[in-house]
T-cell receptor, first 110, second 111 residues
C-alpha cells in the first residue's frame, strides 16, 4: 500500500498570504489528523477529520482551517500568514489507533 | 489544558548502554502511543498501550503504561546507532482521538 502523501513538500510564502496544503491518506483510512511541528513548540495537534467531518480541534486560531473530501483526501488552509506559522506541517491517517504520518510540508513564511 | 511532558529532553549514550525516557501527563489517558522520528524524517508509530500497568516489548524496546494511566516509559536495552532519533509519547483522553504529543527525548548514540 502506498503511504501517506503530502503536497507540496516545500513552500515559501510571504506574510499576509494564504496557503493550502494537501494530504492523501493511506487507501481505506478515513481519519486524517493535522499537526504543526516547530522546534519551540514541538508537535501540536491542529484538527482531525473523519468521513468529511471535523471531530477534534486543537488550540489554534481561526486562521487555520481544514476540510476532508469524500475520497478521504484532506486539505488545510492557513490564511493571513504570520512569521510564526513557519513550521513543518504533518498529516497522519489512522485506522484503529495507529497513526501513519506523511513526510510533511515545510512552510517558510518570510 | 492537557499537557504531556517528557524527560530527559536530550540523552547521549555510548553504544551498548541502556536508555530510558519518561512521559507524564497532567490528565488521565485512555491510551498512549510512542513514536520515533529520525533527523529530517517524520514520526513513525512504534506502539500503543491501553491498559493500566501494561508492559509491551519489541525486541530491545520495553514500553510501560502506569497504573494510574498518567505516565509511561520507553526503555531501550543495549542501544545501537540505529536507535538515534527523537522519541515522542502521545496521549489521548477518553472518547477522543485528539493526541497530545510529549515534548520528546532526543537520543544520540555514540559509537
Amino acid at each position: 500500500k502506498a503511504g501517506v502523501t503530502q503536497t507540496p513538500r516545500y513552500l515559501i510564502k510571504t506574510r499576509g498570504q494564504q496557503v493550502t496544503l494537501s494530504c492523501s491518506p493511506i487507501s481505506g483510512h478515513r481519519s486524517v489528523s493535522w499537526y504543526q511541528q516547530t522546534p519551540g513548540q514541538g508537535l501540536q495537534f491542529l484538527f482531525e477529520y473523519f468521513s468529511e467531518t471535523q471531530r477534534n480541534k486543537g488550540n489554534f486560531p481561526g486562521r487555520f482551517s481544514g476540510r476532508q473530501f469524500s475520497n478521504s483526501r484532506s486539505e488545510m488552509n492557513v490564511s493571513t500568514l504570520e512569521l510564526g506559522d513557519s513550521a513543518l506541517y504533518l498529516c497522519a491517517s489512522r485506522v484503529g489507533g495507529e497513526q501513519y504520518f506523511g513526510p510533511g510540508t515545510r512552510l517558510t513564511v518570510t | 489544558g492537557q499537557q504531556v511532558m517528557q524527560i530527559p529532553q536530550y540523552q547521549h549514550v555510548q553504544e551498548g548502554e541502556d536508555f530510558t525516557t519518561y512521559c507524564n501527563s497532567s490528565t488521565t489517558l485512555s491510551n498512549i502511543q510512542w513514536y520515533k522520528q529520525r533527523p529530517g524524517g517524520h514520526p513513525v508509530f512504534l506502539i500503543q498501550l491501553v491498559k493500566s500497568g501494561e508492559v509491551k516489548k519489541q525486541k530491545r524496546l520495553t514500553f510501560q503504561f502506569g497504573e494510574a494511566k498518567k505516565n509511561s516509559s520507553l526503555h531501550i536495552t543495549a542501544t545501537q546507532t540505529t536507535d538515534v532519533g527523537t522519541y515522542f509519547c502521545a496521549g489521548a483522553t477518553s472518547g477522543t482521538y485528539k493526541y497530545i504529543f510529549g515534548t520528546g527525548t532526543r537520543l544520540k548514540v555514540l559509537a
